[in-house]
């Protein structure tokens, strides 16, 4: 069984932090692309950030400069750091990755349960 757990989501005044965090236990046998994607309230959800296995990143223009995205292998885990944020970055942010479990010839996309985000004084 494959899973994504995520933790680190709350409530943070405007140009406050937070980490978050996704792991994923179970029986992999190899985690490609790892990312987070968000969705605010009536709006589509959209990429945040993305890292490769090679440690390749990629972000939003509207997280550019703020956001940190990290990975440690060893632990199946993704990290974002999030710095200076705004109210517009409030939303429910999901982990995503792309996990080839071992008892699969192939990789599937795998999506956290999502962790609320709050920016406000």
């Known amino acids: 069984q494959v899973q994504l757990v995520e933790s680190g989501g709350g409530l943070v005044q405007p140009g406050g932090s937070l980490r978050l965090s996704c792991a994923a236990p179970?029986?992999?046998?190899?985690?490609?692309?790892m990312g987070w994607y968000r969705q605010a309230p009536g709006k589509q959800r959209e990429l945040v950030t993305a890292?490769?296995?090679?440690?390749?990143?990629n972000y939003a223009d509207s997280v550019k400069g703020r956001f940190t995205i990290s990975r440690d292998n060893a632990k199946n885990t993704v990290y974002l750091q999030m710095n200076s944020l705004k109210p517009e970055d409030t939303a429910v942010y999901y982990c995503?990755?792309?996990?080839?479990?071992?008892?699969?010839?192939?990789?599937?996309?795998?999506w956290g349960q999502g962790t609320q985000v709050t920016v406000s004084s």
């Open positions: 995503n990755a792309d996990i080839r479990p071992l008892w699969a010839p192939r990789s599937y996309a795998y």
């Open positions: 179970g029986s992999i046998f190899s985690i490609n692309a």
């Open positions: 890292i490769t296995s090679g440690g390749s990143t």
